[in-house]
């Protein structure tokens, strides 16, 4: 059972390049989130998706996209990278239920430098 | 709005003395809370949790952290630090929304000989 998986692991891009992120987890959840990791900020959540074909707005959207096709994976894509997305972006997933037995599970993270 | 604040971006203590993180959210309704810890390189695993009923919440490798409405704290303690502590530290705050998570902006431990 791998649980959250993110692809690639590390990338460096050159201001204007575009990337797709790819997330999949096998634990058949409804809901899936990205978030950005910077130093001295926490995470910060890009987008959420709450279903196949569904997918909102977080707290930080802007110079993402976001696409749920499939119930097991969500696509983070940076169409023309800037240095400010420079990060580490985290990927998690959770099941629908009683609010009470929702956790979210974590990938290990992808490292993305722009110059 | 919710908001997650954390005392201390890094707190130092030796080994085997006790460990005290600070967490204090800012809701008007009490949202769910949670401890993640985050290992060098990798994820965030979640150490524990608060929902509802006992307000002392244990979790794994002997952490535990109490909920405290009147003072909007759920801080997180160990009585005794082991090496294999040191890790970043993040509280979080379920809005009850999707489950989204808003998070504090993360402490530091370091644990010394």
């Known amino acids: 059972n791998a649980g959250v998986t993110q692809t690639p692991k590390f990338r460096v891009l050159k201001t204007g390049q575009s990337m797709t992120l790819l997330c999949a987890q096998d634990m058949n959840h409804e809901y899936m989130y990205w978030y950005r990791q910077d130093p001295g900020m926490g995470l910060r959540l890009i987008h959420y998706?709450?279903?196949?074909?569904?997918?909102a707005k977080g707290e930080v959207p802007d110079g993402y996209n976001v696409s749920r096709l499939k119930k097991q994976n969500f696509l983070l894509g940076l169409e023309s990278a800037a240095p400010s997305q420079t990060s580490v972006y985290f990927c998690?997933?959770?099941?629908?239920?009683?609010?009470?037995?929702?956790?979210?599970?974590f990938g290990a993270g992808t490292r993305l430098s722009v110059l | 709005a919710q908001s997650v604040t954390q005392l201390g971006s890094h707190v130092s203590v030796s080994e085997g003395a006790l460990v005290l993180l600070r967490c204090n959210y800012s809701s008007s309704v009490p949202p769910y809370l949670f401890w993640y810890v985050q290992y060098p390189n990798q994820g965030l695993q979640l150490l524990l949790k608060?929902?509802?009923?006992?307000?002392l919440v244990k979790g794994i490798n002997g952490f535990e952290a109490e909920f405290k409405k009147s003072e909007t704290s759920f801080h997180l303690t160990k009585p005794s630090a082991h090496m294999s502590d040191a890790a970043e530290y993040f509280c979080?705050?379920?809005?009850?929304?999707?489950?989204?998570?808003?998070f504090g902006t993360g402490t530091r431990l370091q644990v010394t000989l």
């Open positions: 998706s709450v279903g196949e074909g569904t997918t």
């Open positions: 608060y929902t509802t009923g006992a307000t």
């Open positions: 979080a705050a379920d809005s009850g929304t999707a489950s989204k998570l808003t």
């Open positions: 998690a997933s959770s099941h629908w239920g009683p609010r009470a037995k929702n956790i979210q599970y």
